[in-house]
C-alpha cells in the first residue's frame, strides 16, 4: 500500500482533493510541524524577525491549533517526512521533539524535567500511534506511576455514585495534597491518612479545547481507554462551585489562570454528551465515599477548622482553655472553703460557673483577637 492511499484511510470520509494536492498539502503541514518542534527543542532562532517565536502568544495558539482533531496529519507521515531530513547534529527522535513542545500543555512543568525522565512509551508502539492528541494521550497514561484501580465495567453506571465536593469532602475530614506525578490522570488517595493526592492541572483559554478533543478522540475511536473522560468525571464531581476551585486552588492544585466562576464552570460542562464504559476511578471513588461514612475525621476536621484553622484562633483557645482551668480551681477552693460546714459541694453548681466562667473569658478574648487583626 503507499503512502498517499494509506494517508487517506486515516481520514473520515473522502478527501477531497486529487492525488498531487493531497500529497502537497501533507508534505506541506507535515513539514512545518517538524520544523517548528526542531526550532523549539534546539532553541534555534536563526531568524530574527520569525513570527512564529517573537510573538509571545503564538506558541499557544500552535499548540492549541496541534491539537485539533480536524487538523491531525497521520503520524506515519510525520515519522515519514522525519526521517527523510534527520540532522546528525540533532539526534533526538521526533517522539522526544513532540514531548519537550508539549510538555507544559497541562502544567507549568519545567522542559528539564520532561527530558530527564525516561521514555515511558514503548518504541516498538509507535506504529500504533495515530496522531499528535493520540501520542499525548498514550504519554498521559504512560507516565501514571502505579495503576491501582482496574475499570469498572459492568454496569458501573447504576450503582457508582459521584463523589462530594471539594467543598464537602474538607468537611468529612479529606485533606488535599499536591501530586507529584507527572500525568494529570495520576490522581491517589491514601484512606490510611485522609489524603486525595491530585496532579497539578493548568487552566487557561485553551485547556477546555485540548481536554475536549482528547475526550472526542476517545469517544470515537474502537477499543479507547476513556482514562480523559473519567478523568473530567471525576473532577466535574470535586469542583461544582467557585468555593470548590478556590480550595484546590490553594493547594497549588488547580493553576488558575481563570477566574473561579469560570473554573467551576468549565468543569461541569467539559464532558457533555460524553459516554464511559469503562471508568478508571471507580475503587478510588468508593475509598472516598467509605472514608466520608466515619465520623471521627468529621469531628477532628470541625474541630481544627472551628478552633485551630488560624493562629490566633488557636491563641484564643488555648487562653480560654487555661483561663477555664484556672476559673474552676477557684471555683472549687471558694466552695470548699465556704461549705466545709455543710460537707458537701454541689458539683453541678460547680461545673456551671466554670462554663459560665469560660464563656464570658472565650467572649472577652475573642474580642481582643479581633481588635488586634483589625
Known amino acids: 500500500m503507499d503512502v498517499e492511499k494509506e494517508a487517506r484511510e486515516y481520514y473520515d470520509g473522502p478527501i477531497g482533493y486529487e492525488t498531487n494536492a493531497f500529497v502537497k498539502i501533507l508534505v ?22 520569525d513570527p512564529i517565536f517573537t510573538m509571545s502568544c503564538m506558541q499557544q495558539f500552535l499548540r492549541h491549533d496541534l491539537i485539533l482533531l480536524e487538523n491531525q496529519v497521520p503520524w506515519m507521515v510525520l515519522e515519514l517526512l522525519f526521517n527523510m531530513t534527520m540532522d546528525p547534529e540533532q539526534p533526538l527522535p521526533l517522539l522526544e521533539l513532540a514531548k519537550i513542545y508539549f510538555y507544559n500543555i497541562f502544567s507549568n512543568s519545567l522542559p528539564e524535567d520532561i527530558l530527564s525522565s525516561p521514555p515511558h512509551i514503548n518504541f516498538t508502539d509507535i506504529e500504533d500511534i495515530k496522531h499528535i492528541p493520540d501520542l499525548l494521550r498514550r504519554w498521559m497514561i504512560s507516565l501514571i506511576e502505579e495503576v491501582e484501580d482496574s475499570p469498572q465495567t459492568d454496569n458501573w453506571d447504576s450503582s457508582w455514585q459521584p463523589i ?8 468529612a475530614g479529606i485533606k488535599f495534597e499536591r501530586g507529584t506525578s507527572k500525568s494529570i490522570l495520576d490522581i491517589k488517595f491514601d484512606e490510611g491518612k485522609g489524603v486525595l493526592k491530585i496532579p497539578p492541572l493548568l487552566i487557561q483559554e485553551t485547556t477546555e479545547s485540548t481536554l475536549r478533543n482528547l475526550i472526542s478522540f476517545e469517544q470515537c475511536y474502537p477499543k479507547c481507554e476513556h482514562r480523559f ?45 460524553a459516554y464511559v464504559y469503562e471508568y478508571y476511578y471507580g475503587s478510588l471513588s468508593s475509598k472516598l465515599s467509605r472514608y466520608c461514612e466515619q465520623s471521627w475525621p468529621k469531628w477532628r476536621a470541625a474541630l481544627v477548622r472551628n478552633y485551630f484553622n488560624t493562629p490566633w484562633a488557636i491563641l484564643s483557645t488555648i487562653a480560654a482553655a487555661i483561663l477555664l482551668i484556672l476559673s474552676f480551681l477557684q471555683t472549687c477552693e471558694v466552695n470548699l472553703n465556704g461549705g466545709r460546714a ?30 488586634c487583626r483589625s
Open 28 to 49: 506541506v503541514d507535515g513539514c512545518f510541524i517538524i520544523e517548528l518542534l526542531r526550532k523549539f527543542t534546539y532553541n534555534d532562532r536563526s531568524l530574527p524577525n
Open 164 to 171: 462530594l465536593s471539594a467543598t464537602s469532602l474538607v468537611e
Open 229 to 273: 473522560t473519567s478523568y473530567a468525571i471525576l473532577i466535574d464531581s470535586l469542583i461544582n462551585s467557585a468555593k470548590d476551585a478556590e480550595i484546590l486552588g490553594k493547594k497549588k492544585i488547580l493553576d488558575n489562570w481563570l477566574n473561579p466562576e469560570d473554573a467551576a464552570q468549565f468543569f461541569n460542562k467539559l464532558y457533555h454528551n
Open 342 to 371: 455543710r460537707q458537701k459541694v454541689d458539683l453541678q453548681t460547680l461545673i456551671t460557673t466554670s462554663i459560665d466562667h469560660y464563656n464570658v473569658v472565650s467572649i472577652v478574648v475573642e474580642n481582643y483577637v479581633s481588635d
